[in-house]
Structure formats: structure tokens, C-alpha cells
């Protein structure tokens, strides 16, 4: 049986087609789609798009650094030595400099193929922005006076 494909359109991409790893299933909104291992797709996606031979659009380029490398603009900046305002106009534009683009396709590629050191940079700059965007939320429980959670805002 030949089963249609599904047109993944995440984070914006406009070039990914799932030949299989979904189900559509029936919701109370309507028909939705299912996908098989979220975290492999990513990553096989990521790897893609840092091997083409064409530049990266911006839309690209917040997709590997969004869900490649879990990083904000501001976090991709710290490690790449720009603003974050940079990285904005460069995903919001698609007009990367080619030493932008060249950079982010090498810090994924080494932070998926488990380098430590850019793995571990990559985990401290993440865990530095969560910390930095944790707010604290306060609770009175009955009975058990307050209670206290750290929340990423």
C-alpha cells in the first residue's frame, strides 16, 4: 500500500516530508498528526540541513539552533560572539554571513556527533539562560504554610 506522505511543517520548514514515523489520528478538533520519536526527527532534520550544500535560510537556521541545540538567540550569540539582536535579523531575514552559517552547521554537527566539549558548552549555556529566565512562584498551602517552585519563564 503506497501511504501519503505527511508535510512537516514545524518551526516554519517549508522542505520536510515524512514518508513514515507518523499517524494521523481523529481529535476532538479534528484530524491531528502523531509523530514517532519527536527527538530523532529533529535531529535527523538538523543533520540534513547542516550536510546541504546551499546556504541555510533563516527559518534553517532557528530550527538547529531552536531544536537542534535547545539554545535562545541569546545563547547561540554567547557562542558565537554575536547579540542576540543579530541572531534575530538573521532568522527573521534569512541574510546570514557565510562565517554564521559555516559556524552553526560545525557547533551542531559536533555537539550531535557527542563532542564534549561543545556538548558541554552548549548544556552551560542552556542551563545559564534557564536559570537566568527561572522565576519563583509562592503558594500558600493550607495547613502547611508556603511552598516554593522554581518555574522557567
Known amino acids: ?6 508535510h512537516y511543517t514545524d518551526g516554519g520548514l517549508k ?5 513514515n514515523g507518523f499517524e494521523i ?3 476532538p478538533y479534528g484530524k491531528g498528526v502523531a509523530i514517532h520519536d519527536v527527538e530523532g526527527l529533529t535531529k535527523a532534520i538538523c543533520l540534513a ?20 541545540m ?4 541569546a545563547g547561540l550569540g554567547t557562542m558565537m560572539g554575536a547579540d542576540a539582536q543579530s541572531i534575530a535579523r538573521w532568522e527573521k531575514h ?13 557547533l551542531y554537527m559536533a555537539h550531535a556527533d557527542g ?3 561543545i556538548s558541554s558548552v552548549v548544556s552551560r549555556v542552556s542551563a545559564v ?10 503558594r500558600e498551602v493550607r495547613n502547611k504554610g508556603w511552598r516554593s517552585d522554581l518555574v522557567v519563564a
Not at 540541513?49 to 537542534?68: D, M, N
Not at 534569512?94 to 562565517?99: A, F, H, N, Q, S
Open 49 to 68: 540541513l547542516a550536510e546541504k550544500s546551499s546556504p541555510l535560510s533563516g527559518v534553517e537556521f532557528r530550527y538547529i539552533r531552536s531544536g537542534g
Open 115 to 117: 563532542d564534549q566539549t
Open 94 to 106: 534569512g541574510r546570514l554571513p557565510k562565517w554564521a552559517d559555516k559556524m552553526v552547521r560545525v
Open 25 to 27: 489520528r481523529s481529535t
Open 70 to 73: 535547545l539554545l535562545s538567540q
Open 1 to 6: 500500500m503506497n501511504k501519503k506522505m505527511h
Open 15 to 19: 522542505n520536510v516530508w515524512l514518508q
Open 129 to 138: 539562560e534557564r536559570l537566568i529566565n527561572q522565576k519563583i512562584v509562592v
